[in-house]
């Protein structure tokens, strides 16, 4: 009797994550490659949709960024971004997760502006960052972080252009509870 469709991308996606975790421990590259390969066909194996899609595509996300910290190319930062896109994509709208996705998010696109100093990358940056503290509640000790990269982010983008506006919004931005 051969597993199902769910238990096959649950056992992929444990041993990805297993993988990954011993690659942080050991330092061995070919558990990092093994890692990303079987997240990989845990996305392909798993749901369509749903919240297992979004845990799948995020510990996809953890070794592929793993990864680009190994190479610092360019490459594996999209790839990175992708699978956390795909990860955000799939979570619920309600998900408590949502806010910790969308930092995630947030982070990675201000990687890939530190790389490329693309206005186009902070703004995804600033997008993803809004949306995180938007989804968190007043009460929640993460919001405080929240708030700090998104002022961090904004005032990246004044350096960047120079826009009164851009620094007025940071420090309105930092003035939030």
Do not use: W
Request: aromatic fraction near 8%; hydrophobic fraction near 35%; include cysteine.
């Amino acid at each position: 009797m051969s597993p199902n469709f769910d238990e096959r991308a649950y056992a992929l996606n444990i041993l990805g994550s297993l993988l990954g975790t011993r690659y942080v421990q050991k330092k061995e590259f070919e558990d990092l490659r093994s890692a990303i390969t079987r997240g990989r066909e845990a996305v392909e194996a798993g749901p369509p949709n749903g919240s297992e899609r979004a845990h799948f595509a995020c510990n996809l996300t953890r070794s592929l960024r793993l990864m680009y910290g190994e190479t610092k190319a360019l490459q594996d930062l999209d790839d990175t971004l992708s699978a956390a896109k795909m990860a955000i994509a799939a979570l619920p709208l309600e998900s408590s997760d949502r806010a910790a996705y969308s930092k995630e998010l947030s982070e990675l696109f201000g990687l890939k502006y530190d790389e490329t100093k693309a206005l186009e990358d902070i703004e995804e940056a600033i997008r993803y960052a809004r949306e995180a503290v938007s989804v968190t509640a007043l009460d929640n000790p993460d919001r405080i972080r929240y708030i700090r990269a998104l002022s961090h982010l904004l005032i990246s983008k004044y350096h960047k252009t120079q826009l009164q506006e851009d620094l007025y919004e940071a420090i309105r931005v930092g003035r939030q509870p």
